[in-house]
């Protein structure tokens, strides 16, 4: 069982930034793979970023966020960063990270691929 704990999330204006946290209960972060999703009011959940140490240091976005958005990992802390760049009002929504022991090269942005989840933060984007 591993269980994660963000922070991180508030409420900041168009073009402002946030970092979140995943904070992750495993001591060696080294073989999860973690990636973040999000879901706003009334939408389904969404890919928005992925990590992954196998094979070396894999990161991956969704479009919406490419050049906005880094994730980045410290695994000796358990943790996992999202650095959010010039927000914006369609950036609102529950962010949740989740990770799964993966070993494979492929990037994964289907949820279902993942086994434990965070409880999520708000992250309110306002104009």
């Known amino acids: 069982q591993v269980y994660l704990v963000e922070s991180g999330g508030g409420l900041v204006q168009a073009g402002d930034s946030l970092r979140l946290s995943c904070e992750a209960s495993t001591r060696n972060l080294r073989p999860w793979a973690v990636s973040w999703f999000r879901q706003a009011p009334d939408k389904d959940r969404e890919f928005v970023a992925f990590?992954?140490?196998?094979?070396?240091?894999?990161?991956s976005y969704a479009d919406s966020v490419t050049g906005r958005f880094a994730i980045s990992r410290d695994n000796v802390k358990s943790v996992v960063y999202l650095q959010m760049n010039n927000l914006k009002l369609e950036d609102t929504a529950v962010y949740f990270c989740?990770?799964?022991?993966?070993?494979?090269?492929?990037?994964?942005?289907?949820?279902?691929?993942?086994?434990?989840w965070g409880q999520g933060t708000q992250v309110t984007v306002s104009s």
């Open positions: 990590s992954s140490w196998s094979g070396g240091n894999t990161t």
């Open positions: 989740a990770c799964a022991l993966y070993y494979g090269s492929e990037i994964l942005t289907d949820g279902s691929r993942y086994n434990y």
